[in-house]
């Protein structure tokens, strides 16, 4: 396994079928703040919660197994085949990474994109296209990464990391693409947002955003580490909802008071993004939404990423039970001031300051939804009616949050 391009450690699977994970002599750099480095094995508790959450998840996933003849369970087999390039700086290969012979960069045209397009669906990540890259990204949305340079598109190679996630229109959720630019747009009212575009290729509409765990230094692509709060917190994605076991709201606020080296600006970001969620109507933001970046020796939250408005779907094709409890209630519908000021205190928080600070921020979230709404209906690709929905939930939700008596 190697980190930041390092050889760092081995992970092996038992004959059990279980992983164990061991850091090499030389090591220095930590995989996870749950396993700093140190002699001896790190057992299945510690090592399968990291590197489960490494891989695809839902019909990805098991487009994926099939296609290899393995098991979903089988994270070890899994990543093996399409661990290259993982979420954060962990690249693992069964040996040392290949050499690169001064192959020249292949570059993706739109052609290639709107044909990438239409096959993602029967072959998730791209893994059926001749030399796949050996790419993971975790989540369920189709999607997958390029390595974009001078505004144009590569397929990624180990010196030449992927920088964007493209990520691709749903049969199953009208205008996704729309309501996650939207909801992006309005994620930049909280301190680092990532860059989000749509595009796109021969007719075929694609969402491009801004990998946050790449940086480019003196013009190379280089990796930074992270993790998301399953991993951090030690839970398998299976289990990245509250209702199936996973963390709460408390177990992440805790954990970013426990690690960060910004404490007070990562607490009051991811307070504030409770609240944007709780405004637009994201009920899916469960613990793996939530990131933590290891750079330069210190561990801050990572920015705002996929956001979106789930409540404008029916009910029937997507539940209104939220990722993470607030005060114990689990729709949002159920959920006002009391319960706010209720989880501040819970947080450890004066209620007041904190709840006043709310206010102040999101004072004018409804002019400024609407500002955006404008905006992206003058360009004719990004127009949408979509807009106007979840307008109505945020102005439905501010009215019941702040205007309570």
Known sequence: MYLLGQKTGVLSEEPSGH??????????????????VRPGVYDRFYTEPFFDNLTPEGDALQIIAQKYRFSENNTFSILDKIGGDCAGAVSLYEDSIPERTDIPLSEIDEKSIAHFIDELPDNPLLTGMKNAPRLSLAGAQSKFAVCKIDGKYFRSDDEH????????????????LENELFCMKLAGH??????????AAKGRK??????YDRRIDSGKITRIHQEDFCQVLGVLSRRKYQSDGGPKIRDCYNAIIGYSSQVVVDANKFIELLVLN????????????????????????????????????????????IAMTINGKGKYDAIGKKDFMALYEQLGLNPKNAYRLARDKFSRIVAIAESVRDELNK???CASGIYDSIIDIIRRRWKKLFMAD
């Open 19 to 36: 992983l164990q994970f061991q850091y090499d002599a030389d090591a220095k750099l930590p995989l996870s703040v749950r396993m700093p």
């Open 161 to 176: 990391p992927t920088t964007h996630i493209i990520k691709i229109a749903s049969r199953h959720f009208p205008g996704l």
């Open 190 to 199: 909280i301190p680092g947002t990532i860059a989000v575009e749509l595009r």
């Open 206 to 211: 694609f969402l491009e955003i801004e990998r």
């Open 278 to 321: 709780y405004l637009i109507g994201n009920t899916d933001a469960h613990a793996k939404n939530f990131s933590i970046l290891h750079r330069d020796g210190k561990i801050s939250l990572a920015p705002v990423y996929d956001v979106i408005s789930t409540e404008i779907y029916p009910e029937k094709v997507i539940s209104r039970e």
């Open 379 to 381: 360009k004719p690709l």
